[in-house]
């Protein structure tokens, strides 16, 4: 079984700084690993995925993430956000023997970007 | 290229009733996937369909139960509705439906049961 903590259930940022936000992961078995966003009302967007090779991932808008497997950590880092950055960020997991495309996704993190 | 849109956005039914959800893939995508989304929470995988199968299945009792059409689009019924199913329900398309895939999700469909 799988399971994704993200340690910070809110992270209040000023516009301009750095942001990182922090996942988790347990799992038996090798991981695919997912970060998404989520603006109000609206569904998830991927912001970024890491399959194999290079730890450091780069995705859309400015975000990286980094995965660690000793620490079995994907964080998510962002090195000055904007106000747009406002929202609920997802970090996901889905077996590498999978074939169902099942993922499983953490409690989410709501980044709030002051001005 | 239209993305995957679901229907309808939101939705109040009582404890007891049955509802259906409706959801279209994504162009040239054959596998649909539902989760649910309670208030606060991360989505819940509920259950995969390839190629009109049922493909994997989440925690969710049998009141729960899909299907997917030759063009590929999809419903998700649940009866018997309880207060806890009152959520946000997604759907999310892909192209092969293996662990690694790009999802691209809906926008959702809210469900209040009273």
């Known amino acids: 079984a799988q399971s994704v903590t993200q340690l910070d259930s809110q992270v209040p940022v000023f516009e301009e700084a750095p942001v990182e936000l922090r996942c988790n992961y347990s799992?038996?078995?090798?991981?695919?690993l997912f970060w998404y966003v989520q603006y109000p009302n609206q569904g998830l967007q991927l912001l970024l995925k890491?399959?194999?090779?290079?730890?450091l991932v780069k995705g859309i808008n400015g975000f990286e993430a980094e995965f660690n497997k000793s620490q079995t950590s994907f964080h998510l880092r962002k090195p000055s956000v904007h106000i747009s950055d406002t929202a609920e960020y997802f970090c996901?997991?889905?077996?590498?023997?999978?074939?169902?495309?099942?993922?499983?996704f953490g409690d989410g993190t709501t980044l709030t970007v002051k001005p | 290229e239209t993305g995957v849109t679901q229907s309808p956005t939101h939705l109040i039914k009582t404890r007891g009733q049955q509802v259906t959800l409706r959801c279209s893939s994504q162009?040239?995508?054959?596998?649909v996937s539902w989760y649910q989304q309670a208030l606060g929470q991360g989505p819940q995988f509920i259950f995969q369909?390839?190629?009109?199968?049922?493909?994997g299945r989440g925690n969710f009792p049998p009141r729960f139960s899909g299907l997917q059409f030759p063009n590929y689009s999809s419903e998700l019924n649940v009866n018997a509705l309880e207060l806890d199913d009152s959520a946000l329900y997604l759907c999310?398309?892909?192209?092969?439906?293996?662990?690694?895939?790009?999802?691209?999700f809906g926008p959702g469909t809210r469900l209040l049961v009273l």
């Open positions: 996901a997991v889905s077996d590498l023997d999978t074939n169902a495309g099942k993922s499983t």
């Open positions: 890491y399959l194999s090779g290079s730890t």
């Open positions: 162009s040239g995508h054959n596998t």
């Open positions: 999310a398309s892909s192209s092969q439906g293996y662990g690694g895939e790009t999802q691209y």
């Open positions: 369909y390839y190629r009109e199968e049922e493909n």
């Open positions: 799992s038996s078995v090798s991981v695919y």
